[in-house]
């Protein structure tokens, strides 16, 4: 089965920073992408899409490289209410499956 | 907005135990799905179901089965549990071929003494 990793941090960063996380695949025929947020305690739940041509929502930006074959996910502004572990999830390329990264935890403080 | 429920939030059971964790989803969607989550290791996917009665092996089934007999419901099921499946369970179902979207249960926290 295809592997996705991403660095499980933490990045602590301060309220109002900008900080991003990668996500890297390693099944090439991998055909769709996504980001989940997970609060502690909690269920994951979808984030954001990536598209071939990246996305934008509100703060939240996700970016596809399919020749580097990695997602990213770059959160601008940061708020407290940020701090959470982000997955990364990996589908297609044969199984319809989705496959899910060991999480990046974020902490944003005051 | 679709609804999947986990029979228990918190389980506590003994070892060798027979253990049923229940999920069900309200949106008649096609496919369901067992994970486990443990710290560093991120999510597993333990079986999945692509319709009544039909599954699929995941990446960690072994010390596990499931019982898919009507379309909203997917049971997993321990038949003799072990200290090492102390874990956080989630189900997860989706709609359509392609998984485009799962939908979460809040997740069972088992315990296994």
């Known amino acids: 089965r295809k592997e996705v990793e991403q660095d499980p941090g933490p990045f602590n960063v301060p309220e109002g920073a900008t900080v991003a996380f990668n996500c890297t695949y390693s099944n090439s025929a991998s055909q769709s992408f996504f980001w989940y947020r997970q609060d502690c305690r909690k269920e994951p739940k979808l984030l954001m899409s990536?598209?071939?041509s990246g996305n934008e929502d509100g703060r939240f930006t996700a970016q596809l490289n399919r020749a580097s074959q990695y997602i990213s996910l770059l959160i601008r502004d940061s708020k407290l209410s940020d701090s959470a572990t982000y997955l990364c999830?990996?589908?297609?390329?044969?199984?319809?499956?989705?496959?899910f990264g060991r999480g990046t935890s974020l902490i944003v403080h005051p | 907005d679709v609804k999947v429920t986990q029979s228990s939030r918190y389980l506590v059971k003994r070892t060798g135990e027979k253990v049923f964790l229940e999920c069900v989803q309200d949106?008649?969607?096609?496919?369901m799905f067992w994970y486990r989550q443990d710290p560093g290791l991120g999510l597993r996917l333990i079986y999945f179901s692509y319709d009544v009665k039909m599954k699929e092996k995941g990446d960690i089934p072994e010390g596990y089965s499931v019982s898919r007999e009507k379309k909203e419901r997917f049971s997993l099921i321990l038949e003799s549990a072990s200290t090492n499946q102390t874990s956080m369970y989630l189900c997860?179902?989706?709609?359509?071929?392609?998984?485009?979207?799962?939908?979460f249960g809040s997740g069972t926290q088992l315990s296994v003494l």
């Open positions: 990536v598209y071939s």
């Open positions: 949106m008649d969607h096609e496919n």
């Open positions: 999830v990996v589908n297609g390329g044969g199984s319809y499956i989705p496959t």
């Open positions: 997860a179902s989706s709609d359509g071929q392609f998984n485009e979207k799962l939908f």
